[in-house]
């Protein structure tokens, strides 16, 4: 057995310094069990924390990398929830089981501040794992833990999403296309926006009944409002921040929703007070969910054979392109492959 893996990490902040180390091959504490860690899907926040730290303190050299697929290769003393040989998913915030909310002080997250997954092996405690979908591969699965999450988080678990609902999905990224085909699934009518005619027409493929170029129709909340015959949307996910949320708030339904997950335009917020008043709407922020959600997207995932959306798989040793197209705005996941995948049911 080899007594050192592989691994990518940087020294400091800064996605240019990514490099591939060797460390030594991590032993499994008792409550812990090593994994081999199969495919690592890459989220925007990763890049955020490499690059700036995302406001987290860091602990170099950090290794990135929120999410993880990957099969039990050794078990730590009184581990009884898996078994050599499964299949597993890491879940992001792995202090939070279920139950109220956790704060990140409380419940820190995968990724940053917690060390990541871009590793061939890792020790984790075997409470911070869910069994994996049989029906998904590696590079599937370990799309999961956050943008599946964060998109059930939005519209199932607290958007209490019904059948006749109107969602709006901005953009083609990982959550987004989760909540096309989450909506969908529960016979929503879905509008996505889209910068690209081309990426609105594979979003329709998904389940999206409607598209809407924001390039050439800056103003979309007003085509939001003629394609709901003046109703509004009762579920907006708002991806873009700033200025971005004022026509969200035009476009939602008199008591809808907005969920604020992405901050691809802005850090920050813009919004008139009256308007918002009286559309009479939520404004929530999602930052994915519990380990019990998960639980349940897997169960979604293998009971309706969803197949989530990868835009590109790397070979482990191209982790800075992988991240370079991440960057560059995929349709759907990125997914860095680091071992061999497995066979699916």
């Known amino acids: ?25 991590p032993v499994p504490k008792p409550g812990e069990m090593l994994v081999q860690v199969e495919a690592v899907s890459l989220n925007y926040r990763d890049a955020e924390v490499v690059d700036n730290g995302m406001g987290n303190t860091l602990e170099f050299p950090f290794t990135p990398g929120s999410d993880m697929a990957g099969r039990v290769v050794e078990l730590g003393e009184g581990v009884t929830r ?23 002080a409380e419940a820190p997250t995968q990724g940053g501040p917690l060390p990541g ?24 699965a370990s799309t999961l833990p956050v943008a599946a999450v964060t998109a059930w988080m939005a519209l199932i678990e607290l958007g209490h999403l019904n059948a006749g609902h109107t969602v709006v999905v901005q953009g083609t990224g990982g959550v987004s296309l989760f909540a096309v085909q989450l909506a969908a699934a529960n016979g929503a009518t879905v509008i996505i926006t889209s910068s690209s005619d081309e990426k609105i027409a594979r979003a329709l493929e998904l389940g999206a009944t409607h598209g809407i170029n924001r390039h050439k129709t800056p103003d979309w909340q007003h085509e939001v409002r003629k394609l709901t015959h003046g109703r509004g949307a009762e579920h907006i996910l708002e991806m873009a921040g ?10 939602v339904a008199t008591g809808g929703r907005i969920s604020v997950i992405g901050l691809l335009e802005s850090d920050r917020l813009t919004l008139p007070i009256l308007q918002l008043l009286g559309s009479r709407a939520s404004v929530v922020g999602i930052a994915v969910g519990p380990r019990r959600v998960l639980e349940d997207v897997v169960r979604m995932i293998d009971r309706h054979e969803i197949k989530p959306v990868i835009d590109a798989v790397y070979p482990f040793s191209e982790v800075p392109q992988a991240f370079e197209h991440l960057k560059r705005g995929p ?3 990125v997914v860095v492959q680091v071992a061999k995948p497995w066979p699916t049911r």
């Open 1 to 25: 057995m080899n007594t050192t893996i592989n691994r990518w990490e940087v020294p400091s902040l800064g996605l240019d310094k990514l490099a591939l180390r060797t460390a030594p091959r």
């Open 82 to 104: 898996f078994a050599v040989g499964d299949r597993v998913i890491s879940a992001y915030i792995p202090g939070w089981i279920d139950g109220a909310p956790r704060s990140w």
């Open 117 to 140: 997954m871009l590793a061939e092996f890792i020790a984790t405690p075997a409470e911070w794992c869910v069994a994996a979908p049989a029906s998904l591969t590696a590079a599937e």
């Open 242 to 251: 700033g200025d971005n949320l004022a026509r969200s708030l035009q476009a």
């Open 331 to 333: 349709f759907g996941k």
